[in-house]
């Protein structure tokens, strides 16, 4: 399986940017779809951003399209998230995951967690 490591979480002021990484290993990265989820606390564990093993397709919740940039580098293999314009209701502990192949917003539907990276944006 992928193992997955999270890295740049921090705080910042809302309509700053900020971006995540996401550090992988495992034979599988380069066919795995790859996802960023949130969980604020409180609240379910919600999809954000994915985009698909080969890259060419990417998918983006609502609320973050068009301020959110989900890519990867397969070389590296590291996917990242970049936000900008963050507001205060993105504050959450950030996810990546893994799964075979296509693109799913459904978290069960995800093999391979990281721990999380905070991100926290302020007033």
């Known amino acids: 399986q992928v193992q997955l490591v999270e890295s740049g979480g921090g705080l910042v002021q809302a309509g700053c940017p900020l971006r995540v990484s996401c550090a992988a290993s495992g034979r599988t990265f380069s066919s795995s779809a790859m996802g960023w989820f949130r969980q604020a606390p409180g609240k379910e564990r919600e999809f954000v951003a994915a985009?698909?093993?080969?890259?060419?397709?990417?998918n983006y919740a609502d609320s973050v399209k068009g301020r959110f940039t989900i890519s990867r580098d397969n070389a590296k293999n590291t996917v990242y998230l970049q936000m900008n314009s963050l507001k205060p209701e993105d504050t959450a502990v950030y996810y990546c995951?893994?799964?075979?192949?296509?693109?799913?917003?459904?978290?069960?539907?995800?093999?391979?967690w990281g721990q999380g990276t905070q991100v926290t944006v302020s007033s």
């Open positions: 995951a893994a799964r075979p192949y296509s693109i799913e917003v459904d978290p069960l539907l995800y093999s391979s």
């Open positions: 985009i698909s093993w080969t890259g060419s397709i990417t």
